[in-house]
Nanobody, 121 residues
Framework: QVQLVESGGGLVQAGGSLRLSCAASGSIFSINAMGWYRQAPGKQRELVATITSGASTNYADSVKGRFTISRDNAKNTVFLQMNSLKPEDTAVYYC???????????????WGQGTLVTVSS
């Protein structure tokens, strides 16, 4: 079974920083892309940032200049460095990945369990 394990969420004051991490494990042949989404209470899940195996990145306009996504391909791990946090960043953050699995062989989209980020004002 393929799974994503997230960590790094917590409670911080506005202007503070957090670093989220997400590690993929299981019968993975390759990972095409990894990313972060978030969902605030009463709102739909939205894209935060994505990164490909070639290190191309994409960010939501609301986090550009404040958040940085990176990955360690050898460890199948993706990170999200969040600086200058604002109260509106408060949400459950979910890791996701598009992978090729070996058992069975094929493309799969998988999600982490989510980690809560709370930013106080």
């Amino acid at each position: 079974q393929v799974q994503l394990v997230e960590s790094g969420g917590g409670l911080v004051q506005a202007g503070g920083s957090l670093r989220l991490s997400c590690a993929a494990s299981g019968s993975i042949f390759s990972i095409n892309a990894m990313g972060w989404y978030r969902q605030a209470p009463g709102k739909q899940r939205e894209l935060v940032a994505t990164i490909t195996s070639g290190a191309s990145t994409n960010y939501a306009d609301s986090v550009k200049g404040r958040f940085t996504i990176s990955r360690d391909n050898a460890k199948n791990t993706v990170f999200l460095q969040m600086n200058s946090l604002k109260p509106e960043d408060t949400a459950v953050y979910y890791c996701n990945a598009v992978v090729i699995t070996t058992a069975p062989l094929g493309y799969r989209e998988i999600w982490g369990q989510g980690t809560l980020v709370t930013v106080s004002s």
